[in-house]
């Protein structure tokens, strides 16, 4: 069952991105009077397809005007994107047929070159609106939420460690940059390559100096900072085993067994040695005045088979926001840019293959295990959102085969004043399908990697 909806989660928003896409070239052209042969969800292969408004008996029998129109609206068999065929235009299919006679007044190869700019960039900008209205939408209905940085200690894992970094620091500033957000403090320090972390410890500020030979094991480390919980307790739950033990709201658990824990992560090692047994614990007690120290005490709880006290801590610091459909327009906005800046700079960390990032490149698969388990609006429009990101993104490198190789092109003949050649633009986009396959190779064959792993 859980296949199944992440399958089905893949495939709605894969669909919905691909149909955003190609609806941007579909109306710039049909705008500028550019005929479009077909549109395509998927890939009709071989001239496969499942289904056809051109060649579906009921649609030629109940809507003869959409079977009978310019434009072949389709769904192909193989779910490897989609496409508009453009009249007059060199593009994947490599249909050099239409060339050979003298341009019509309908084809793309007719229009100056703006309109054929307009026409290439509506894929990429349709995506980049869609990914706004979507932000805009979770912003007014969820409004925000994360964990705020600007109080918050870090605990560390392994890596993190041997860096330089210790359980309490408070993160500062990535190269004098500021993030507020604690989630994404790992990932900027990727992304921007960073030389030093600036932090504060036991009071002082000192700088930690990143060595960017290990930017691959930043990547390929999760969690290099956990939020440092301390083992402060919020409350006591009714079917606890140490219910009536006497334990308080505020109560800071210093020890277990005689073994320091400086942090809640110290407490769920400690008592996961210990599952099922009674432990003595010292905890330290607030007085009723700042000034007055607290006091010890010692108690002997009880451990269930989980290795848990059945205790809540204290809440770390959330930060939320509401926002009306006023003030979530300009913050959806900001969120699409600030999410399209982080996408270039994961690209340039992929394009570096010191970093290692390449390996984390992936196909359909890693698309499906991002998608939650069970069905949430939520998470699903803000992977919406990111997905039409990266499509939009990715559309815009500068390879033939992809918008963006059409774009450099048009961009150069507005420059030059001199059109390439369709000879040319032919063996370009020749060059640009292979360096796509290798890149959907390489996609596959990490996933299939990991999956084995």
């Known amino acids: 069952m ?111 070159a703006w309109q054929r700019l307009l026409i290439m960039s509506g894929g990429v900008l349709f995506n980049f609106i869609f990914a706004i209205i979507l932000y805009i939408s979770i912003l007014a209905t969820w409004g925000e939420a994360y964990i705020s940085n600007r109080d918050t200690q870090i605990y560390v894992n392994e890596l993190s460690y041997d860096m330089g970094f210790r359980n309490g620091d408070r993160i500062l500033g990535i190269d004098g940059v500021y993030e507020e957000n604690f989630g994404m403090l790992q990932a900027e320090l990727a992304r921007s390559n960073a030389e030093k972390v600036s932090v504060l410890r036991d009071g002082d500020t000192l700088d930690i100096y990143i060595d960017r030979s290990r930017i691959s094991e930043i990547l390929g480390t999760p969690g290099m900072f956990d939020v440092a919980v301390p083992f402060v307790i919020d409350s006591v739950s009714a079917d606890s085993p140490n219910s009536g033990t006497g334990l308080l709201r505020g109560d800071h658990i210093v020890a277990i067994d005689g073994e320091a824990v400086e942090w809640l992560q110290d407490g769920r090692r400690v008592l996961a040695e210990h599952s099922n047994e009674a432990v003595d614990v010292l905890l330290l007690r607030p007085c009723g005045s700042a000034e007055q120290p607290a006091d010890s005490i010692c108690l002997t709880l009880q451990v269930d088979s989980l290795g848990r006290l059945g205790v809540f801590t204290r809440p770390i610091g959330f930060q939320t926001r509401d926002y009306g459909i006023l003030e979530a327009i300009p913050a959806g906005f900001k969120l699409t840019f600030s999410t399209i800046g982080g996408y270039l700079k994961d690209l340039k960390l992929v394009a570096t293959p010191s970093t290692g990032a390449y390996k984390s490149v992936g196909s359909f698969i890693s698309i499906g295990q991002v998608f939650p388990s069970s069905w949430n609006w939520y998470a699903f429009i803000n992977i919406l959102a990111l997905l039409s990101i990266m499509l939009g993104v990715m559309n815009l490198i500068p390879i033939p085969g992809l918008d963006g190789g059409h774009i450099m092109f048009t961009i150069y003949e507005m420059i030059t004043g001199r059109k390439p050649s369709d000879r040319f633009l032919i063996v370009a986009q020749i060059i640009g399908m292979v360096l796509l396959f290798g890149l959907m190779f390489l996609a596959f064959g990490n996933d299939i990697s990991r999956l084995i792993r």
């Not at 969800?41 to 408004?53: I, P």
Request: net charge positive; glycine share 10%; hydrophobic share 45%.
């Open 2 to 112: 859980v296949i199944l909806i992440k399958v089905l989660q893949v495939l709605i928003a894969l669909s919905a991105l691909i149909i955003i896409h190609e609806f941007g070239h579909f109306l710039f052209a049909r705008i500028f009077g550019v005929r479009v042969e077909k549109f395509y969800l998927f890939m009709d292969a071989g001239g496969f397809r499942l289904f056809s408004t051109k060649h579906n008996k009921l649609i030629r029998k109940y809507f003869p005007r959409l079977a009978n129109a310019d434009t072949d609206f389709g769904i192909g068999w193989l779910p490897l994107g989609g496409y508009c065929k453009i009249s007059g235009m060199v593009d994947e299919s490599l249909d050099t047929a239409q060339l050979k006679g003298e341009p019509r007044q309908d084809e793309f190869r007719s229009k100056p």
